[in-house]
């Protein structure tokens, strides 16, 4: 069956007078388009099988300035959602719409997940990373990971243009707490940032963001002796169901270490060491019983 508007479009093309061929064409197309014979009924049905793409909010630095960090966002084969530079304004700049993947996560795996750029957010901050005079200090020393000290300070500005924004986005994806992480997080043995003077602590007591364990627990934890008698494989265990990505040997080898010093620039920033001790196991356990035994 022709409909309507197919008709008059043929009849419109079949009586255009050849001195006016090119204008009339253009006409007879554009009517053709201006109606459309069915209708896309997006509110009648809705499938259950189905939930939301954004599940990550991923926080990086940028180890450059404003203007390189900019070129590199904008020019290069990276992205990220969103922008923080370190000018002293109103400004956050998204260069990625929230529904459109961008590519700044890369290989890593959190809450048994990987190709995070599917399932999340992404805001870079500009900082620099690690202080020009200790670049080198891991080549130059027997040290393995960067210390507390060895890292740049954020601008306050900064942090407070990052509350606001995770905290917008948080509400309006309905992302868990620990669902909000650091690129080390997600991909220990690459990444190192945001870093060891990233506020996490701050940002969760100041501005209710993110996890963070209670600190009674902690102490419990650590005075329960319970740390001398768990086996490696029970201490991976409860990284994994943390949401962290971490192999199943029986030793702490570099892979593993890896993990811990993650763990430790989010959650105990101030003595990153890679190495397992009871006070990291204590915030592990703290922050299982808070967050995942809940379930």
Known sequence: ??????????HTLATLRPLSLACGFVLALAGCTTTSPFII???????????????FIVLHYTVGNNERSLKQL???????????MDHQDDKIY????????AWHAGKGAFANRTMLNDTSIGIEIVNPGIK??????????????YAYEHYMDFE???IEKVAYLVDKLAKQYDIDPTHIIGHS??????????GAKFPWEKLHKEYGIGAWYDEFDKSYIMNSGEYETASIQDIKQLFRDYGYDINDTDEWDKSSRN?????????????????????TYAILRALNAKYVDRD
């Not at 009924?41 to 599940?55: A, C, F, L, T, V």
């Not at 904008?74 to 923080?84: A, D, F, K, Q, R």
């Not at 620039?265 to 190495?275: A, C, E, S, V, W």
């Open 185 to 194: 997080d997600m991909a220990p043995s690459r990444k190192i940032d945001p």
């Open 41 to 55: 009924d997006n509110k009648s049905y809705h499938s259950q099988g189905q939930e939301q793409r954004i599940k």
């Open 74 to 84: 904008t020019e290069g084969n990276v992205s990220v959602h969103y922008l923080i």
């Open 94 to 101: 998204q260069l990625v719409d929230d529904d459109k993947r």
């Open 156 to 158: 306050e500005v900064q």
């Open 132 to 145: 020009p005079e200790y670049r080198q200090v891991l080549r130059q020393t027997d040290a393995e990971y």
């Open 1 to 10: 069956m022709t409909t309507p508007n197919r008709t008059f479009c043929a």
């Open 259 to 279: 993990v811990i010093y993650a763990f430790q620039l989010h959650f105990r920033p101030q003595q990153p060491t890679g190495n397992m001790d009871s006070e």
